[in-house]
């Protein structure tokens, strides 16, 4: 009842505010994140002639075109250090990476967040990181930061990822994923990716058992 009323509240504000993210699986186990919530059972069977306006299509990647085999500063093995050390899947930090640097140790933002997770300098130093271009530094502080955003906001995938983005602040100040285009995109970016991370590791672990 209480989300209900401030789902209410913020959709009656005057700025661009926005609807709450829904999140569902069809039944080719495809994960949609979008503004509108799900359709009725029946509506997600029958095929639909186009989509809705509110919905943000990311299609697969063609062969030759995975993102996740192209060249990337990330080690694997950090990743999967600091995903054990933290609780978080490897996936949704490869995900986070690729998203915020395509994998580039020394990227920088306009904003001054810097290397692979693109971390603020004062990120940085809350999560003990004292070189945020060095690549392990930097996935260890970022996965730090993804666990603690987690407990934070209970779990919640979206809210996390919106408040890596945008900040836990704005995620408390609209009671979800902020009104933003950039974090709303942000949050379905990822999302696809580690989706697509997640269906690349269930292959890899079936073709390992069926030798």
């Known amino acids: 009842m209480v989300r209900a009323l401030l789902v209410s509240a913020l959709l009656a504000l005057p700025v661009a505010a926005r609807a709450p ?12 994140v979008e503004d509108v919530p799900p359709p009725p059972p ?3 069977s029958a095929p639909r002639k186009s989509p809705p306006a509110a919905q943000v299509s990311i299609p697969a990647p063609k062969r030759g075109e995975r993102w996740w085999e192209r060249r990337s500063d990330a ?3 950090e990743i999967d250090r600091a995903a054990a050390l933290y609780n978080i899947p490897a996936e949704l930090v ?5 998203a915020e640097s395509a994998g580039d140790a020394a990227a920088v933002s306009r904003a001054g967040a810097i290397g692979l997770m693109q971390l603020m300098p004062h990120t940085a130093g ?4 004292e ?3 060095d690549p392990a530094q ?10 603690w955003l987690a407990n934070q906001f209970n779990g919640d995938l979206l809210l996390t990822l919106a408040a890596y983005n945008a900040g836990p602040e704005a995620v ?40």
Not at 138 to 147: A, C, D, Q
């Open 75 to 77: 080690p694997p093995d």
């Open 138 to 147: 930097n996935i260890m502080g970022g996965t730090r930061y993804i666990r």
């Open 94 to 98: 490869r995900a986070v990476i690729w």
């Open 172 to 211: 408390r100040k609209y009671g979800g994923v902020p009104p933003f285009d950039e974090t709303r995109q942000y949050v379905r970016r990822v999302v696809t990716y580690y989706q697509q991370l997640r269906a690349e590791t269930r292959k890899r672990v079936v073709a390992e058992v069926a030798k």
């Open 131 to 133: 070189d945020p271009v």
């Open 21 to 32: 993210l829904h999140t569902w699986t069809d039944k080719e186990g495809v994960l949609h």
């Open 126 to 129: 809350t999560m003990y990181v």
């Open 42 to 44: 029946q509506a997600r």
